[in-house]
């Protein structure tokens, strides 16, 4: 995060995009541009055009250099990608064609600019990078509305990245220039996002989940709620996702006994890398809406073999899953070819016992 006005415009590192798919947001196309570097200000905005809403984007990267490695990657003009192809006009060389966005204020300006009360604050949850392997560790979960009931999902925070380290610790460093400015002691509503000073030099960006208990989004910790040191989110903290991810075991078909153990399944998962010794890894393979869905692993084991093994699951690996799309008569009939029993014949408990216990070391008991 820059620390003054050029954090939202900075001559010739802009760019404006066309094409933008109508069900992307401003993440969506961040999540494009910081492969090339450091975000300083992505918006998508819609322009109606009689009947039909045409969506544009607007990126400014936090300095030229991190602007020529996308004027590097453009293709005739273009970003392609699975699933979109981006028009991107670049301000360097089409600057008469651009209309610089609303300059970010210098921290000194904000006291009298606090963001409204009645617009209440939901960062974004963070994308992996895809058919990357990283580095990973299992954190407090938060819970999140986009989760469907039958879906097993995680909170991952990245760990061992220099390059995610520095971003956030400017952020962080940043935060806390701000809060000695300002006084705290705010109602922050449930489900939403504010500041949360831990101590005189320590402020959070947190989330508030329970009427006594909030989540350190950018840590991976469940607190409880203190009023008198929570203030709202400024805008400028609001351009960067959460560190945290929002995660889902890709291939898994729970069992309908199994959905109601998720969150002692989530207790052992947490526990996988500090009882082995080693990191987690992690390979994301593809997204379903806000969700990262990965596979996990720790050494040569499996997350989702293991939970299969132990009858919690059906799991099908991504290559075998089916990539091309059925016709409504020939799903049907593959729906009802055969009815699947979802009763589990084993007692639940000896399930997270021997999970974990199993001879001679936890990650062997399935073997």
């Not at 995009?17 to 570097?37: A, C, I, T």
Request: glycine fraction near 6%; charge should be neutral.
């Amino acid at each position: 995060m820059a620390s003054s006005s050029t954090a939202f415009y900075l001559k010739n590192s802009g760019f404006h995009v066309r094409n933008v798919p109508k069900e992307w947001n401003d993440w969506n196309l961040f999540h494009v541009f910081e492969q090339f570097g450091r975000v300083g200000y992505c918006r998508v905005a819609v322009q109606s055009q009689q009947d039909n809403a045409v969506q544009l984007g607007f990126v400014n990267m936090l300095s030229v250099c991190d602007a020529d490695e996308v004027r590097k990657a453009l293709s005739d003009g273009s970003l392609i990608g699975e699933g979109y192809s981006l028009k991107v006009l670049d301000q360097k060389t089409h600057s008469h064609q651009f209309n610089a966005p609303a300059a970010l204020s210098p921290i000194s300006k904000l006291l009298g600019t606090a963001p409204a009360k009645k617009q209440p604050v939901l960062l974004s949850s963070s994308w992996l990078p895809l058919n990357k392997d990283i580095e990973v560790e299992v954190v407090d979960y938060l819970p999140s509305s986009s989760v469907s009931d039958d879906l097993f999902a995680l909170t991952l925070l990245r760990i061992n990245d220099s390059g995610i380290q520095e971003k956030y610790q400017q952020m962080f460093d940043k935060m806390n220039s701000y809060a000695q400015l300002v006084p705290f002691d705010t109602e922050l509503e449930i489900g939403y996002d504010g500041l949360y000073r831990e101590a005189s030099k320590s402020v959070h960006r947190v989330r508030r989940i329970s009427v006594n208990k909030m989540y350190l989004v950018d840590v991976g910790k469940i607190i409880n709620y203190d009023k008198k040191n929570i203030f709202q989110l400024p805008k400028v903290f609001q351009s960067v996702p959460t560190r945290v991810s929002l995660c889902g075991i890709d291939g898994l078909k729970w069992y309908a006994a199994a959905i109601p153990s998720f969150d002692k399944i989530r207790d052992v998962v947490q526990q996988w890398g500090q009882l082995e010794n080693t990191t987690l890894h992690t390979t994301t393979v593809g997204f379903s809406g806000s969700i990262n869905m990965i596979n996990l692993y720790c050494g040569d084991s499996v997350l989702a073999e293991r939970l299969h093994r132990k009858g919690a699951c059906e799991y099908t690996p991504r290559d075998q899953q089916p990539r091309y799309a059925y016709s409504r008569d020939l799903l049907l009939q593959h729906n009802n070819h055969r009815t699947v029993n979802l009763s589990i014949p084993r007692n639940f408990a000896d399930f997270f016992a021997d999970f974990i216990v199993g001879p001679p070391k936890w990650s062997n008991a399935l073997r």
